[in-house]
């Protein structure tokens, strides 16, 4: 089962699918998207660590965040990304051909045992949440790159939401279930 998470800037987002994802029983992975490049990014991670409990193993994945999740996702039984706008704007910064990236993600999530429904792997299939940014409510960004990360961004968003058994919008701390 995937829960898709969208949210503006300090929305309470990653907060609730932490809250979401740790009721669920079983060995949990947080996959962090986010690149400790400058103190206040070093600092705005540390937080993050401290809120999640011992339970949590943490991987740290700018890039390939694809063939991580198709690796371990039958050796943990709950997986939470954060984020797909950070590692979009990594793939961006990097050169990455995005279209092909963001088709691999979804085929491999589609391919999963947790979003394939019934499977001889189902007893072990990982219940997957992630967090994305809501980018799209603001104006028009005034350049080209932050117009390309914009759209691209909408339209990830929207193939998660496609693909996804839950998606909540979450404003000012409050989620609104949309899915």
Same mark, same amino acid.
């Given at each position: 089962?995937?829960?898709?998470?969208?949210?503006?800037?300090? /929305?309470?987002? +990653?907060?609730?699918?932490?809250?979401?994802?740790?009721? #669920?029983? =079983?060995?949990?992975?947080?996959?962090?998207? $986010?690149?400790? !490049?400058?103190?206040?990014?070093? @600092?705005?991670?540390?937080? &993050?660590? @401290?809120?999640? +409990? @011992?339970?949590?193993?943490? %991987?740290?994945?700018? %890039?390939?965040?694809?063939?991580?999740?198709?690796?371990? &996702?039958? +050796?943990?039984?709950? !997986?939470?990304?954060? #984020?797909?706008?950070?590692?979009?704007?990594?793939?961006?910064?990097?050169?990455?051909?995005?279209?092909?990236?963001?088709? +691999?993600?979804?085929? $491999?999530?589609?391919?999963?045992?947790? #979003? $394939?429904?019934?499977?001889?792997?189902?007893?072990?299939?990982?219940?997957?949440?992630?967090? /994305?940014?809501?980018?799209?409510?603001?104006?028009?960004?005034?350049?080209?790159?932050?117009?390309?990360?914009?759209? %691209?961004? =909408?339209?990830?968003?929207?193939?998660?939401?496609? !693909? $996804?058994?839950?998606?909540?919008?979450?404003?000012?701390?409050?989620?609104?279930?949309?899915?």
């Amino acid at each position: 089962m995937i829960t898709f998470v969208l949210g503006g800037a300090r /929305s309470g987002k +990653s907060r609730f699918a932490l809250e979401k994802a740790s009721v #669920c029983k =079983g060995k949990k992975i947080y996959i962090a998207t $986010a690149q400790a !490049i400058d103190d206040e990014m070093k @600092e705005r991670i540390e937080k &993050h660590k @401290e809120e999640r +409990s @011992e339970e949590w193993a943490t %991987l740290e994945e700018p %890039l390939n965040i694809t063939t991580l999740i198709s690796d371990i &996702h039958r +050796s943990y039984d709950v !997986i939470l990304l954060d #984020c797909l706008t950070l590692w979009l704007s990594n793939l961006l910064l990097d050169g990455e051909d995005i279209e092909v990236e963001i088709a +691999s993600l979804i085929d $491999a999530l589609r391919i999963t045992p947790a #979003c $394939a429904g019934a499977t001889a792997d189902r007893h072990h299939a990982s219940r997957i949440f992630i967090v /994305s940014n809501e980018v799209g409510l603001g104006i028009v960004p005034d350049n080209a790159l932050s117009r390309r990360f914009r759209d %691209l961004s =909408g339209y990830l968003n929207q193939k998660m939401a496609a !693909i $996804a058994d839950e998606v909540y919008l979450i404003t000012a701390g409050i989620p609104v279930k949309i899915k």
